[in-house]
């Protein structure tokens, strides 16, 4: 794996890792009953998954372009550390899923006594603060799990979506470009249809998945159902994007060949 490559996959590691993190978000939001502020500060995370997600196309594009020019027309290897990259960052989200909602909680809780984002960064990285980390630190519990796997709390139809969705988004760049290895005349145009495929993953998301896990939180609220079924559920949607990102493997050679044959049938 070159230097490259590598830094590619750092890039989706970080995508994912915030992705998957930002599902806890719900969880903060239903905790303080203070919705805005949580999804306001998570953003501020969100801003360094986009730039690394802004990084990512044009550096794995430059090392497919040097491998066609090279004659080197099957690097699949790349691809597929770079989808494992995704798997292992979502894997860890899910270890440190609790730690993360009691940092985002004590975020939330200190943005209301500073009242700016500057100071509760600087605050943030202050010898103090660092070394109360390891007190927020908290393992996924056993019990916890084994109770989320007795009582499926997520409909089998919406954990296939959210695993379909994942694995179409994880791919969505790098089927575009692994396309153009399998047909190099048309590169520019394959690697252009990576909008098209992530549309579909978000058409998905919009219509199926975000809007279930919206009308949950608010009968959570409205005491229908209970927050710990609320965080069952989020843990349940957690796992099918892990199932997601090792669906990707599979999907990543189909959907290249898609492209491609829609590449050459674009316009007749």
Excluded: C
Excluded at 4 to 32: E, K, P, Y
Excluded at 66 to 75: K, S
Excluded at 81 to 94: F, N, Q, R
Excluded at 195 to 206: C, E, H, K, R
Aim: hydrophobic letters at 55%.
């Amino acid at each position: 794996m070159s230097t490259q490559t590598a830094l590619v996959a750092l890039l989706t590691f970080v995508i994912h890792l915030i992705a998957s993190l930002s599902l806890g978000v719900r969880i903060v939001g239903l905790r303080t009953l203070r919705w805005a502020v949580s999804f306001a500060l998570f953003n501020v995370m969100v801003l360094v998954s986009r730039l690394a997600n802004t990084l990512q196309a044009p550096l794995l594009a430059k090392n497919v372009e040097l491998n066609i020019r090279a004659g080197h027309l099957d690097e699949i290897a790349d691809f597929r550390w770079i989808i494992g990259s995704a798997t292992l960052a979502t894997l860890i989200a899910g270890v440190f899923f609790p730690s993360f909602q009691r940092l985002m909680t004590r975020a939330v809780d200190s943005y209301y006594q500073h009242r700016s984002i500057g100071k509760l960064l600087v605050r943030s990285f202050s010898f103090r603060v660092v070394q109360d980390i390891p007190t927020y630190l908290k393992w996924p519990d056993q019990a916890n799990w084994q109770h989320v796997t007795r009582n499926r709390n997520v409909p089998l139809s919406i954990f296939l979506l959210n695993a379909l969705a994942n694995a179409i988004m994880t791919i969505s760049v790098l089927a575009t470009l692994y396309a153009g290895y399998l047909n190099p005349d048309l590169r520019s145009t394959a690697a252009s249809m990576s909008g098209l495929i992530n549309g579909l993953a978000t058409i998905i998301l919009v219509l199926f998945i975000d809007p279930t896990i919206a009308l949950l939180a608010d009968e959570v609220g409205a005491g229908r159902y209970s927050a710990g079924y609320f965080r069952r559920y989020i843990i349940l949607i957690l796992f099918a994007r892990l199932v997601g990102t090792i669906l990707a493997q599979f999907l990543l050679i189909p959907f290249a060949y898609l492209i491609i044959w829609v590449a050459e049938h674009l316009y007749g």
